[in-house]
T-cell receptor, first 113, second 114 residues
């Protein structure tokens, strides 16, 4: 059974640009969550999508957005990139019901220059 | 709100030494608790979990006991190996309506020397 796949693994962007990251969850999993990992702030929850609907959002500016497709694949988008957006972005998938463990992908390392 | 506090390290040990990484939490009710491990260049892997008070999670020689009296979930291993070198994260699961999210500690970097 394939794990959670995130693409690309590494990305370099310039300030002011926008970026789109992709996450393919484990087959059959309907919930996808995104987390940002930085040395200063640690791991912070961005949002969760379930059946194409955002059902929870963390404390991030509106520049951070996401969506989920009917096949459960998810994308997150960051517009008007800032240097502080440099981070490892992790995606986690779950079947969808509460109380079931989340499986994480390897992450996308975004560097903003 | 809910939060997790863990010793930040870094922690450096010799092979076969005893490991303890402290973790305490603040939460409403009794959330499920987790330890995740992150190896260099990798994502997070679930190491162990406990879903209610006095539960002991264990895996690969690591153990942690859910202590509601002290709101703690300390990670222990009796004899570490070089391959245990990684960053360890304590986390709690926060439920919000039909959604859930993980609230993480800052992570503890462990280096084990031969």
């Amino acid at each position: 059974k394939a794990g959670v796949t995130q693409t690309p693994r590494y990305l370099i962007k310039t300030r002011g640009q926008q970026v789109t990251l992709s996450c393919s969850p484990i087959s059959g999993h309907r919930s996808v969550s995104w987390y940002q990992q930085t040395p200063g702030q640690g791991l912070q929850f961005l949002f969760e999508y379930f059946s194409e609907t955002q059902r929870n959002k963390g404390n991030f500016p509106g520049r951070f957005s996401g969506r989920q497709f009917s096949n459960s694949r998810s994308e997150m988008n960051v517009s008007t990139l800032e240097l502080g957006d440099s981070a490892l972005y992790l995606c986690a998938s779950r079947p969808g019901g509460q109380g079931v463990e989340a499986f994480f992908g390897q992450g996308t390392r975004l560097t903003v220059v | 709100g809910n939060s997790v506090t863990q010793m930040e390290g870094p922690v450096t040990l010799s092979e076969e030494a005893f490991l303890t990484i402290n973790c305490t939490y603040t939460a409403t009710g009794y959330p499920s608790l987790f330890w995740y491990v992150q190896y260099p260049g990798e994502g997070l892997q679930l190491l162990l979990k406990a879903t209610k008070a006095d539960d002991k999670g264990s895996n690969k020689g690591f153990e942690a006991t859910y202590r509601k009296e002290t709101t703690s979930f300390h990670l222990e291993k009796g004899s570490v190996q070089v391959s245990d070198s990684a960053v360890y994260f304590c986390a709690l699961r926060q439920l919000q309506g039909g959604s859930e999210k993980l609230v993480f500690g800052k992570g503890t970097k462990l280096t084990v020397n031969p």
